[in-house]
């Protein structure tokens, strides 16, 4: 199927979010091409997480790769949802 590199903490961290996120960052400015998916608790997590991740995004300004931020949880509409599947342009990542 498709390659997955799983990634974790060995120890608690005191803002699991925060850390997450920082660890999507790094992935996305230093990794080779491929997809992240961040797994989260609840739809108001994961727009939170969205929001700080595309504000990130936009203080880097064009110097930084495309990431394409496509949240997932069971209230989005199912259009939204299957975005997903859809290949990233070239030079982007979701």
Do not use: N, W
């Not at 930084?64 to 949240?71: G, Q, V």
């Amino acid at each position: 199927m498709f390659p997955v590199k799983v990634l974790f903490s060995k120890a608690p961290q005191s803002d699991y979010l925060e850390d997450a996120l920082t660890t999507v960052y790094q992935i996305h400015l230093q990794e080779p091409r491929g997809d992240i998916l961040l797994f989260l608790t609840g739809q108001e997590e994961i727009d939170t997480a969205c929001q700080i991740l595309y504000e990130k995004m936009k203080a880097l300004g064009e110097e930084a790769p495309e990431l394409i931020i496509l949240p997932v949880y069971s209230a989005l509409p199912s259009d939204l949802q299957s975005k997903i599947f859809d290949p990233a342009p070239e030079g982007a990542r979701k």
